[in-house]
């Protein structure tokens, strides 16, 4: 399989992707930060599919931007991992056609940049609270890289559940005539959640990583078992995750969509974590039977 083509100028790529829409080219977008992994690139592979479903090939597109505008004070900005080189060949095996990876967050936010998309609701509780201004920083973000690369459709994982619905409400209000479509969430074969903060993890840390997944497994069949109380399910994840020497940042349960605190934990409700493994906050979450 090729390389990708790999643009460096979001101008040149929004001038290649306007006329590819023009001459009625289908475009499917998958925006990463890279180092990427089997996660990303299940996106990508539904992005080639989707893509061509008008049957004639269509643009499989991706962009690679370690977004600053995301990260807050104090977190792992600096040391987050970029392997440019290794991505290339991994799109291009994904089947990926152009890859935008713009050098210097310059590119995107230029001098004189002040306009941002707050998406009220779904931003507050879980990662909003803990992390302000994250998703701040994601909505406007994914927004430019829509404008950029003017898609029809965009692929996001599951993982970030609650990114996924703050872009898809962000679509909807603002008119942006892009489907934002979720995808399942890719697992390493012992259930941890794959992600490129996963590299920050001793041979040590790695192991308990897995408490995760666990406790969210066996909630998911006490669940199953039929139990529906929020709280009990929350402190059985919890003292789980906390026995393993985890540090919790949240367990909750949500309503998929909203994202409000839920009552009952009726089938589709979202069960949600994020914990800390030395410095490395791991997130994961799954629908509740
Ligand atoms: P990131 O590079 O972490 O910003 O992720 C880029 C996209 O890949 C986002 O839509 C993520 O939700 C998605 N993603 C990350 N990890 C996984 C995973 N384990 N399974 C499925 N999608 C994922």
């Known amino acids: 399989m090729s390389l990708p083509e790999l643009i460096r100028d979001p101008a040149a790529w929004q001038r290649r992707c306007i006329a590819s829409r023009d001459a009625g080219t289908r475009i499917a977008l998958v925006p990463t930060m890279g180092y990427l992994h089997e996660g990303h690139l299940s996106l990508m592979h539904e992005a080639r599919r989707r893509a061509d479903e008008g049957g004639r090939p269509g643009l499989a597109l991706a962009t690679i931007f370690v977004n600053p505008a995301q990260f807050g004070p104090g977190e792992d900005l600096a040391r987050y991992p970029r392997d440019l080189e290794g991505d ?158 985890l540090r919790i940042d949240y367990v909750d349960l949500a309503h998929p969509e909203t994202l409000r605190a839920v009552e009952r934990a009726v089938p589709g409700t979202r069960l949600l974590v994020a914990a800390f493994l030395g410095r490395t906050r791991l997130i994961d979450n799954v629908a509740l039977p």
Not at 130 to 153: C, D, M, N, Q, Y
Not at 155 to 183: P, T
């Open 88 to 245: 290339l060949a991994k799109c291009g095996r994904a089947g990926i056609d152009i890859v935008l990876a713009p050098d210097d967050p310059s590119a995107i936010y230029p001098e004189g940049f002040q306009t941002w998309v707050d998406v009220e609701q779904v931003s507050k509780g879980l990662c909003g609270d803990r992390r302000p201004g994250h998703f701040r920083g994601v909505a406007t973000v994914v927004a430019k890289l829509f404008g950029l690369s003017r898609p029809h459709v965009a692929l996001f994982g599951d993982k970030d559940w609650q990114q996924f619905q703050v872009l898809r409400r962000m679509a909807a209000d603002l008119d942006m005539g892009v489907e934002v479509v979720g995808m399942p969430i890719i697992r390493e074969p012992d259930g941890l959640a794959m992600s490129s903060r996963n590299a920050y993890l001793s041979a040590e840390e790695r192991q308990r990583a897995v408490a995760i997944s666990r406790a969210l497994g066996d909630a998911q069949r006490r669940a199953g078992q039929g139990e529906r109380d929020p709280g009990r399910l929350a402190s059985a994840v919890r003292e789980a995750i906390e026995a393993a020497g």
